[in-house]
């Protein structure tokens, strides 16, 4: 055969070969749905006193103040140049520049600041999820003892799609879209290049007839 003919072959195959791959990756499948899943969490903080230390004072609101003299190496700064040159079409422009650095330390003392500050701090967190029954948050009352407060939220939502030769699927989907799926209906599910289903992205309803799974 033909050197010619046989690179050409070679240069033909080393790109049909990946597209070939791509396309099948991220052709359209279809899917019925297997599951759903939820989960919804509430994170607490909760008020407490803070033991901190600082070298600029007493903070404003602190308590348990004290102080401390301490010994410390403190670094001794100087000065260096070097020439840089900027390099243009027609001419070079050199220039000086000067740079801080630690030419040695010294023994010195400093005041250090123990207290205690008020603060909030990670408290309890609540989870609440099963199935597509009983969407809701999980609830405790707060504590009258310590304070507390909410500090942040969380849901996820998912549904398990299964295909016939690629197995099952799990999808995060925002709750809108979760909830409008139907669990008798048949689905186009969007894969990404490595083969997963594309997060966030709710799967296309299709007609279930004449369309094999």
């Not at 969380?154 to 197995?167: C, N, S």
């Amino acid at each position: 055969m033909n050197m010619q003919i046989i690179l050409g072959i070679a240069i033909a195959s080393a790109f049909l070969l990946p597209l070939l791959a791509f396309l099948w990756m991220c052709r359209p499948v279809v899917a019925t749905i297997e599951g759903f899943s939820w989960e919804r969490r509430v994170v607490f903080e909760r008020s407490a006193w803070v033991k901190e230390s600082s070298y600029q004072g007493f903070p404003d609101g602190s308590r348990n103040q004290e102080t401390e003299v301490e010994t410390y190496d403190k670094p001794i700064w100087g000065t260096r140049s070097h020439v840089e040159s900027d390099y243009r079409q027609d001419s070079t422009h050199s220039y000086i520049v000067y740079d801080s650095v630690i030419e040695g330390h010294i023994k010195s003392k400093r005041t250090k600041y123990t207290y205690e500050i008020h603060k909030w701090i990670p408290g309890k967190r609540l989870v609440k999820g099963r199935d597509r029954t009983g969407v809701s948050w999980p609830s405790s009352p707060l504590n009258e003892e310590i304070p507390e407060r909410v500090s942040h939220t969380q849901e996820l939502y998912w549904v398990f799609l299964r295909t016939k030769t690629r197995g099952t699927y799990p999808l995060q989907l925002a709750e809108s879209d979760w909830k409008a799926l139907d669990e008798k209906a048949t689905y186009v599910l969007r894969l990404t290049l490595s083969g997963r289903a594309k997060q966030q992205v709710a799967p296309r309803l299709i007609q279930t007839r004449g369309i094999p799974r």
